[in-house]
């Protein structure tokens, strides 16, 4: 190098750049400004014509302009780009430890990403040591992932692979999977065959054959019925089964009459054995089995989702009896105002009406029938619906009938405030309609949020089911929520 920068380049490198400058030998004075990433860092002035060493460190582009001075005229000069990179790439991984069964393939690059200040994404770069590793061996084993970028500066994130001894029972429960599934389909056919043969045979035949079968609807359900019945006979032997039957006798007398309450007990055993067999296939198919834990909480979810369909119908039937109510009480004064007695007007309604209404008062009319006192049958008539129009109605024939007076002002007190109360609450419901909307949306928007972010993103709680700490976030979160929802419906809550 005779004058001017001894290195003129635009390469990448990791090391220390060392630039000198030797300016012209007329050269009086000079001066110097390295510039990084287009910022001036430093600046020297040089007096007389000897070389200056110039040194560049850190990650960043780099120029050197010189302005010299030769007594007369100023000249200025400007190097290359020296180009230096001392960042280290960075690995991005989800798990920092993998088991796998003996002799089973591993995909390491999956759900492996690899990023450089400069170059991007260079996950395409990535290697492992997996070939060095012998899968066929139980052992814990290291599985580096390295990755240079083109400076050359390189990154390691190790990842502990366990292999461990193929799980047999895995295997069985997948096979046992299988075979039901085939059992099921070979049915299947089977049963489509005979259909197709009942069809071909029908015209030969005086009888159709089809008279004498069932469908495969009616076969599936005659043998849930006979497991329910078997599992029935042994739930009925323990005695806390015979106790927490009892709860269930409301649901009977409301809508499932032709039902025992402790066959209700059998159907929510069956049930929670089906979320479990059910919950034990799609686990299997999944290469994959169910802990303890996930067992205890699929056998409590499975028993208690029946109750669930119960309290909805059992809602809804009140619903119905309460809407209903003020039409009785309107067929009842009638009634009376044609001199028909209270049993007479409680037959009436029953064969006038329809609905829920009609079978709770040909209940009431049937206990009437059979010696009950009238204030008994109307106590346990508000005892089994529960609401304040049925109490206050058995509470003023209480009076009545102990008081005595006339039936037919009472009943038109009774059916002015029933119609008033009626007529109050679908007005207060008009209004009271977009604040109730709004409850909705803020008890449905969390849960709907947790659903779709799961969705999009199926790891992102997995922090929070991985240690202690997330459990015990997950469990604040319940029962803010918990209380977040009664807090809210009791302030829509709007008693009369």
Not at 431 to 436: D, F, Y
Request: proline fraction near 1%; charged fraction near 25%.
């Amino acid at each position: 190098m005779d004058t001017g920068f001894s290195i003129n380049e635009n390469s990448l490198t990791n090391h220390d750049i060392t630039v000198i400058y030797k300016p012209v030998s007329d050269c009086v004075r000079y001066s110097y400004t390295i510039l990084k990433n287009n910022e001036i860092v430093k600046t020297a002035d040089v007096i007389g014509n000897q070389e200056s060493e110039i040194n560049l460190t850190d990650t960043g582009n780099y120029k050197i302009e010189v302005n010299t001075f030769n007594g007369i005229s100023y000249n200025n000069e400007t190097s290359g780009i020296y180009r230096i990179d001392k960042e280290k790439p960075v690995i991005k991984m989800k798990e920092k430890e993998l088991t796998i069964t003996k002799g089973d393939n591993i995909k390491v690059l999956d759900n492996i990403k690899a990023t450089d200040n400069i170059d991007g994404d260079i996950s395409t770069k990535v290697v492992t040591n997996i070939n060095r590793i012998d899968l066929n061996k139980i052992a814990t084993n290291e599985l580096v992932y390295t990755v240079k970028d083109t400076a050359g500066n390189e990154a390691r994130e190790i990842v502990t692979l366990n292999i461990i001894k193929a799980n047999n029972r895995l295997l069985i429960s997948q096979i046992i999977v299988i075979i039901t599934l085939i059992a099921f389909l070979i049915t299947s056919l089977r049963y489509n065959h005979t259909l197709k043969l009942e069809k071909r045979l029908a015209k030969y035949s005086l009888k159709s054959v089809k008279e004498n079968n069932h469908s495969l609807f009616e076969t599936f359900n005659k043998l849930f019925n006979n497991i329910i019945d078997k599992i029935t006979d042994v739930v009925r032997k323990k005695e806390i089964a015979k106790r927490q039957s009892k709860k269930y006798e409301k649901y009977i007398q409301a809508f499932n009459k032709d039902d025992k309450p402790i066959r209700i007990i059998g159907k929510k055993v069956l049930i929670s054995i089906i979320f479990l067999l059910v919950s034990f296939l799609v686990t299997t198919l999944r290469f994959q089995t169910l802990n303890i834990y996930e067992v205890i909480l699929i056998l409590i979810v499975g028993y208690y989702a029946l109750d669930i369909i119960y309290i909805y119908k059992y809602h809804k039937y009140i619903k119905r009896v309460e809407n209903d109510l003020l039409q009785a009480i309107i067929v009842m004064n009638n009634a009376f105002k044609s001199g028909r007695s209270i049993t007479q007007a409680v037959e009436l309604v029953g064969n006038e009406l329809n609905g829920a209404i009609s079978e709770e008062f040909k209940k009431m009319s049937k206990e009437l029938s059979l010696g009950l006192d009238i204030e008994v049958v109307f106590k346990r008539f508000a005892d089994r619906i529960n609401i304040e129009e049925a109490t206050y109605l058995t509470s003023s024939l209480s009076v009545l009938n102990k008081t005595g007076g006339n039936i037919i002002e009472v009943f038109n007190s009774i059916e002015k405030t029933l119609f008033n109360r009626k007529k109050l609450k679908i007005e207060l419901k008009e209004l009271t309609g977009s604040s109730r909307l709004i409850m909705w949306v803020l008890t449905i928007v969390p849960i709907a949020f947790v659903i779709i972010i799961s969705l999009i993103n199926p790891d992102y709680f997995k922090p929070l089911i991985e240690n202690t700490l997330g459990f015990v976030i997950i469990g604040c979160i319940i029962v803010l929520y918990a209380v977040y929802i009664y807090v809210v419906r009791k302030i829509m809550n709007v008693r009369m």
